[in-house]
T-cell receptor, first 110, second 113 residues
Framework: DAKTTQPPSMDCAEGRAANLPCNHS???????VYWYRQIHSQGPQYIIH???NNETNEMASLIITEDRKSSTLILPHATLRDTAVYYC???????????FGTGTSLTVIP | DAGVTQSPTHLIKTRGQHVTLRCSPI?????VSWYQQVLGQGPQFIFQ???????GRGNFPDRFSARQFPNYSSELNVNALLLGDSALYLC????????????FGSGTRLTVV
């Protein structure tokens, strides 16, 4: 079962930052937080992952709270192509599967 | 570079029939995982294979089976199809079956009528 809670949907204005929250209050010490997104009719796409430090790559930033019970994915300048379902997942680095849950449907509005 | 390729992209089957879905991983990737995604839900894990051995199995009935070939490609087989098996079937490949680096294909859309 998914160990995360995400809002079902969010809107964001084009060009603005999109901040997608995720609660994972039962995360264990060696579980990582992963974010994937799925654009309609495509397979999920890896965005970013982290353990306890904030992470940034060319796609997004991941902010993990100090107690690790929640995190936020930040898309700094949302474009229409960022419209997708975003999944927050917790898992062991050595785990063999992802529990996707139902994700957050992000709509970027022109 | 070729990504994860799945075939066919779409197919329609009748209840009770059997279906075989195919997946070719990214070159050099030795692990393949299968997921089922029912409309409106997130993907659910079915199987993982690494170096031709099953490394994980999700909560699916024995009608679902899979195998991995020496070239690391994989097949997912579903017997005695039910209407509820209608879904998008996703294949993901990775170098070693763990950690980052999972790349998903675009899936096979199976409709059971």
């Amino acid at each position: 079962d998914a160990k995360t809670t995400q809002p079902p949907s969010m809107d964001c204005a084009e060009g603005r930052a999109a901040n997608l929250p995720c609660n994972h209050s039962t995360i264990s010490g060696n579980e990582y937080v992963y974010w994937y997104r799925q654009i309609h009719s495509q397979g999920p796409q890896y965005i970013i992952h982290g353990l306890k430090n904030n992470e940034t790559n060319e796609m997004a930033s991941l902010i993990i709270t100090e107690d690790r019970k929640s995190s936020t994915l930040i898309l700094p300048h949302a474009t229409l192509r960022d419209t997708a379902v975003y999944y927050c997942i917790v898992r062991l680095l050595t785990g063999n599967q992802f529990y996707f849950g139902t994700g957050t449907s992000l709509t970027v509005i022109p | 570079d070729a990504g994860v390729t799945q075939s066919p992209t779409h197919l329609i089957k009748t209840r009770g029939q059997h279906v075989t879905l195919r997946c070719s991983p990214i070159s050099g990737h030795k692990s393949v995982s299968w997921y089922q995604q029912v409309l409106g839900q997130g993907p659910q894990f079915i199987f993982q294979y690494y170096e031709k051995e099953e490394r994980g199995r999700g909560n699916f009935p024995d009608r679902f089976s899979a195998r991995q070939f020496p070239n690391y490609s994989s097949e997912l087989n579903v017997n005695a199809l039910l209407l509820g098996d209608s879904a998008l079937y996703l294949c993901a490949s990775s170098l070693e079956g763990q950690g980052i680096g999972y790349t998903f294909g675009s899936g096979t859309r199976l409709t059971v009528v």
